[in-house]
């Protein structure tokens, strides 16, 4: 599976951003989750979709993003509202399909190439 990250942008704090996820073919089977990376930081686990339908949040971002798919499109969405300057980071999307913890990241064995988020405050 290849899956393209895309979105990211440069906002101000308190905007929004949509990122999406899109896979190279079905994957409706897999957990699907997004990571973030800032300079200097270890990688952080923000959100997951698992197969069956479950969202997983990190604590930094729960009540401000939002996962969700697209089966029909093979894409998987993070709505990213109310935008802090400590979100600021490169978003990974990543797939697994073994049903593993979904918040590490070495759980996943396919990765997109990710995206910059930016805000400013």
């Known amino acids: 599976v290849q899956l393209q990250a895309s979105g990211g942008g440069l906002v101000q704090a308190g905007e929004s951003l949509r990122l999406s996820c899109t896979a190279s073919?079905?994957?409706?089977?897999?957990?699907v989750a997004w990571f973030r990376q800032a300079p200097g930081k270890e990688r952080e686990f923000v959100a997951a979709?698992?197969?069956?339908?479950?969202?997983f949040y990190g604590d930094s971002v729960k009540g401000r993003f939002t996962i969700s798919r697209d089966s029909t499109k093979n894409t998987v969405f993070l709505q990213m509202n109310s935008l802090r300057s400590e979100d600021t980071a490169v978003y990974y999307c990543?797939?697994?399909?073994?049903?593993?913890?979904?918040?590490?990241?070495?759980?996943?064995?396919?990765w997109g190439q990710g995206t910059q988020v930016t805000v400013s405050s």
């Open positions: 979709h698992s197969w069956s339908g479950d969202t």
């Open positions: 990543a797939a697994q399909m073994i049903g593993r913890s979904v918040s590490v990241s070495e759980n996943y064995s396919y």
């Open positions: 073919r079905r994957i409706s089977s897999y957990t």
